[in-house]
């Protein structure tokens, strides 16, 4: 027999609303404790200084192509009329 109130009750994963809340204010307690921002963050130091490293990383891996020009002959006429 179907009831209506059944259907509130209904929970595959097992949690009820109960442990849902209970998860919920566990959550937010430990959001609580987390540290705050420094200044450093909250000026941009911290931010401009990981910015700094990260573009040094990039350009460290970098391969630098040099130019390649064939062999200099002292005569062009030389080299032309070969």
Not at 24 to 44: K, M, N, Q, S, Y
Not at 66 to 80: C, K, M, Q, T
Request: no cysteine; net charge negative.
């Amino acid at each position: 027999m179907y009831l209506e109130e059944d259907e509130y009750r209904f929970s595959p994963d097992g949690l009820t609303e109960d442990s849902i809340d209970a998860l919920i204010a566990a959550v937010a307690d430990e959001l609580t404790e987390l540290p705050t921002a420094t200044t450093a963050l909250l000026d941009g130091t911290a931010r401009h200084q990981r910015d700094r490293r990260t573009v040094e990383r990039k350009l460290g891996g970098i391969v630098r192509v040099l130019r390649i020009y064939g062999p200099v002959f002292e005569n062009d006429s030389a080299a032309s009329a070969a």
